[in-house]
C-alpha cells in the first residue's frame, strides 16, 4: 500500500473517528461538532442564496449578479471550517486521544527502514534520510 492509498482511506475514516471522538471525549467533540455545523450552514447559505439572486437577477436586474461573490464568500468560508473541523480529528489522532485503524493497519508498510538507519517517507513517494542521519 502506498502513502496516497492510505491517505485517502484515512480520509474516508473521519465520520468514523468522529464517533469515537464522541465516545472518548465529548468536550472535544463538541468543537468538531461546532465547526462542522457552521461549515455545512456556510456552504449551504452560500449555494442557496446565489441560487436565489440568479433568479431576482433573471427577474429584475442583471446588476443584481455583483452580488454573487458575497454568496460564494460564504461557501469558501464554509470549506475553511470543514478543514478546521477535520484538523480537530487529525489531531485527536495525532495526540493518541483517537486510534486510526487505517494507520495503525498501513503505517509498518509504508515506512521504509534498512539497516543504514531510518527512512521516512516524504509526500511525493521518496524516501529522505533523518536529519540526524543527515547532517546538512
Known amino acids: 500500500m502506498d502513502l496516497y492509498s492510505a491517505l485517502n482511506r484515512f480520509g474516508d475514516e473521519l465520520d468514523q473517528l468522529a464517533i469515537r471522538l464522541q465516545v472518548r471525549n465529548l468536550d472535544l467533540y463538541g468543537t468538531y461538532d461546532r465547526a462542522a ?41 464554509g470549506q475553511q471550517k470543514a478543514r478546521e473541523a477535520n484538523d480537530v480529528l487529525i489531531q485527536a489522532v495525532v495526540s493518541g486521544e483517537l486510534e ?37
Open 37 to 77: 455545523a457552521e461549515a455545512d450552514l456556510r456552504v449551504n447559505v452560500g449555494f442557496s442564496a446565489s441560487v436565489l439572486v440568479s433568479a431576482v437577477a433573471a427577474q429584475e436586474s442583471p446588476g443584481v449578479l455583483l452580488l454573487i461573490p458575497c454568496a460564494w464568500l460564504f461557501v469558501l468560508r
Open 100 to 136: 486510526s485503524t487505517t494507520l495503525t493497519s498501513s503505517l509498518p508498510e509504508i515506512v521504509v527502514t534498512d539497516s543504514m538507519g531510518s527512512h521516512e517517507i516524504t509526500f511525493d513517494g521518496s524516501a529522505a534520510q533523518d536529519s540526524a542521519d543527515n547532517p546538512e
